[in-house]
């Protein structure tokens, strides 16, 4: 267990919705990444928060968004759902927050789109 | 760009049949690499750090070696309970940002 919980563990939705993603980091750490992975690909950097302001933006869509909150959890707030955007979606925390430490991944959220 | 590059992309071993992975890099000034064990369907777990080259780290099965431009995944009499994907990855400025660059990762398979 990393000690990042995230939820839903899965969620089917039709495309066209929106849906949010959250992840409560590691105990101690300030920086929450997301990224997404799709099947058999590997893991693409979305974003990543320090504090509760942005640090780094990666392959995010403009449909996606996120935020991190005074207590450190984080939500990834996914619209216009198309098809495509089926994926494991990861959040991982870590103390650094500059990217440049390990960083310990939560069980994922599997998002499915009809 | 900073690019990471893992083989084999998939891996069939024997029960005991010690092998390699390999994690090549290209990256400007590298601040450290980083392994993951991946089990399907789950999030990675953090394995190793390395820093500078030379550098080895081991846990169990494991030995992670460092090199100036690549990186070894040393699996010494591996067991069934190996087979996942590992995955190495490298902090790389990217964008005018700092990011963790993932390799897309081996698939071992460990036959009984």
């Known amino acids: 267990d990393s000690g990042v919980t995230q939820t839903p563990k899965h969620l089917i939705t039709a495309t066209g919705q929106r849906v949010t993603l959250r992840c409560s980091p590691r105990s101690g750490d300030l920086s929450v990444y997301w990224y997404q992975q799709s099947l058999d690909q590997g893991l693409q950097f979305l974003i990543q928060?320090?504090?509760?302001?942005?640090?780094a933006k990666g392959n995010i869509l403009e449909r996606f968004s996120a935020q991190q909150f005074p207590d450190l959890h984080s939500e990834l707030n996914l619209s216009s759902l198309e098809l495509g955007d089926s994926a494991l979606y990861f959040c991982?925390?870590?103390?650094?927050?500059?990217?440049?430490?390990?960083?310990?991944f939560g069980p994922g959220t599997r998002l499915t789109v009809t | 760009e900073d690019q990471v590059t893992q083989s084999p992309e998939a891996l069939r071993l024997q029960e005991g049949e010690s092998s390699s992975l390999n994690c090549s890099y290209t990256v400007s000034g590298l601040r450290g690499l980083f392994w993951y064990r991946q089990d399907p369907g789950k999030g990675p777990e953090f394995l190793f750090t390395?820093?500078?080259a030379g550098e080895e780290k081991e846990k169990e099965r494991l030995k992670a070696t460092l090199t100036k431009k690549e990186s070894f995944l040393h699996i010494t009499a591996p067991k069934p309970e190996d087979s996942a994907t590992y995955i190495c990855?490298?902090?790389?400025?990217?964008?005018?940002?700092?990011?963790?660059?993932f390799g897309t990762g081996t698939k071992l398979q460990v036959i009984p």
């Open positions: 390395l820093y500078s």
């Open positions: 928060y320090y504090n509760g302001e942005e640090r």
């Open positions: 990855a490298v902090p790389a400025r990217t964008g005018g940002y700092q990011k963790v660059t």
């Open positions: 991982a925390s870590s103390v650094d927050g500059r990217a440049l430490g390990e960083q310990y």
